[in-house]
């Protein structure tokens, strides 16, 4: 089974400021990694898949990067919405598996 | 508008089933694949089940194998989770979920419902 990891587990940060979220895998997943969003509350939302492709809707100030075992989600200037749970996902064995990353808490 | 709403959540005793249901509408749902996620109180996310567009193909995780049965019915727009053999720690709340098969994000998961909690308590 493929293990994911994610650091920090929280990243505090001020509205205007750059996050950099990054992601672990336990081996190689290509760029089969997806970047989800989840708000109290919410179902989580897919923001970014294949590595680095935004989902419809998401906005320009989201960004993923990596390839391999290492990946990273930036976003470039915190909004006050943004303040949620991060987590990524492999899926290169899917449709067999998909694992999933603890997350990365976003905080003011 | 795009929407999978879940349904059948409650308490159940440990050892107890359960038939969770998804209606879907909004996009035709007989030609995606779905699959179940859950997340326990406060927890992070785990993949459960899977179900391919013909139920041809149907994959578990090792944590629900044997217990857990992933149906659909396309005529009704309908997935389904049959769950017996309950433990305490499959209380979560289910997300119904469907799986993308856009060109590079296929595999993703595109869409998700609001999830329905299960309950499993003596």
């Known amino acids: 089974e493929i293990v994911m990891t994610q650091s920090p587990a929280t990243l505090s940060v001020s509205p205007g400021e750059r996050a950099t979220l990054s992601c672990g895998a336990s081996?190689?997943?290509?760029?089969?990694l997806a970047w989800y969003q989840q708000k109290p509350g919410q179902a989580p939302r897919l923001l970014i898949y294949g590595a680095f492709h935004r989902a419809t809707g998401i906005p320009g100030r989201f960004s993923g990067s990596g390839s391999g075992t290492e990946f990273t989600l930036t976003i470039s200037s915190l909004q006050s919405e943004d303040f949620a749970i991060y987590y990524c996902?492999?899926?290169?064995?899917?449709?067999?598996?998909?694992?999933f990353g603890p997350g990365t808490r976003v905080e003011i | 508008e795009v929407q999978l709403v879940e349904s059948g959540g409650g308490l159940v005793q440990p050892g107890g089933s359960l038939r969770l249901s998804c209606e879907a509408s909004g996009f035709t749902f007989s030609t995606f694949d779905m699959t179940w996620v859950r997340q326990a109180p406060g927890k992070g996310l785990e993949w459960l089940s899977y179900i391919d567009t013909t139920v041809t193909a149907i994959y578990y995780a090792d944590s629900v194998k044997g217990r857990f049965t992933i149906s659909r019915d396309n005529t009704k727009n309908s997935l389904y989770l049959q769950m017996n053999s309950l433990r305490a720690e499959d209380s979560a709340l289910y997300y119904c979920?469907?799986?993308?098969?856009?060109?590079f994000g296929s595999g993703s998961f595109d869409v998700w419902g609001q999830g329905t909690m299960v309950t499993v308590t003596s």
């Open positions: 996902q492999q899926y290169t064995n899917w449709p067999l598996s998909w694992t």
């Open positions: 081996q190689s997943v290509s760029e089969k």
């Open positions: 979920v469907r799986v993308s098969s856009s060109y």
